[in-house]
């Protein structure tokens, strides 16, 4: 038996397909490498090169493998692009949800952890948000990812298919020195490459309604996230129920203007950042409670800030060796 991680060869992918190995379960990894990264995957771990579009090879890998559930991670993630390109976000995180849940039910594959986001919630007017704070998303991605949360519920009505789905926050760090986030619209590669630049990272925006005028957000360490999808995938698999929804946040607000003061505290490196107007899509704030996650998978906050910007520093620096 073995756990299909779609965007396995991705930043949170790879971290999960790590958590999954060190706890002795099987991994495939099906990816279209579209912002993956091949070398992300261990040799040792079968892959496949694939978009979860294509029902066909996505039932090939899961019969291949004798996979028993899929960690589902493949989509398009940049709320701010899908303003500009809502049918890109749709294609991607609907279609190919429904895609992939076609292959499963073809195929008898019953378990799925799905990755969602925070951006299901929009804009909460509420200091801390809860998986009954009322679903409100305000761009493209988070409608999205909102209707594959809706779809793989309604599939499990149909077919009795065992899942859970994780409300994702700002997930930063590393795991490992070789994986690191290579996104190029998330807030730590984005500030640690204009440092190794020699460029001076930049907010986007500073007339947010926040003590310091910049957003407000959870950040999680990426290690902590994988530990708890592996930890839903076992007790999916152990045929034990879970939630429909758990949210993987961490209680405690940090601001943009915050996390510049601690990677100059970490890197040792002094700099006053630019100041730019809003990107389109970005709430002001959103923090959450991690309680129920605390309770059913094991969900902690194992790092601090400093913690998370070193380890993102070290993958940063030799990521750019």
Known sequence: MSWLVTGGAGYIGAHVVKALREQGMNAVVID???????????????????????????????????????????????????VDKPLLAYQQNVTGTA???????????????????????????????????????????????????????????????????????????????????????NLFPLVLTALTSGGTPRINGTDYPTPDGTCVRDYVHVADLATSHVVAARRLLNGEELEPVYNLGSGDGVSVREIMAAVARVTGIDFQPLEAARRPGDPARIVASGNLAARDLDWRMRHTLDDMVASAWRAQEQAAQ
């Open 32 to 82: 279209s490498l579209s912002s993956g990264h091949r070398d992300f995957v261990p040799d040792d771990v079968p892959f496949a090169e694939a978009s979860i579009l294509d029902v066909d090879a996505v039932r090939d890998v899961l019969r291949e493998h004798n996979v028993s559930g899929v960690i589902h991670l493949a989509g398009f993630k940049y709320a701010g692009v899908s």
């Open 99 to 185: 895609a992939l849940l076609e292959a499963m039910a073809a195929e008898d594959v019953g378990n799925i952890v799905f990755s969602s986001s925070a951006a299901t919630y929009g804009t909460p007017d509420v200091d801390i948000v809860t998986e009954q704070t009322p679903a409100a998303p305000e761009s493209p991605y988070g409608e999205s990812k909102l209707i594959g949360e809706w779809l793989i519920r309604d599939q499990a009505r149909a077919v009795g298919l065992r899942h859970t789905s994780l409300r994702y926050f700002n997930v930063v760090g590393s795991g490992a020195p070789e994986l690191f986030d290579s996104s190029p619209h």
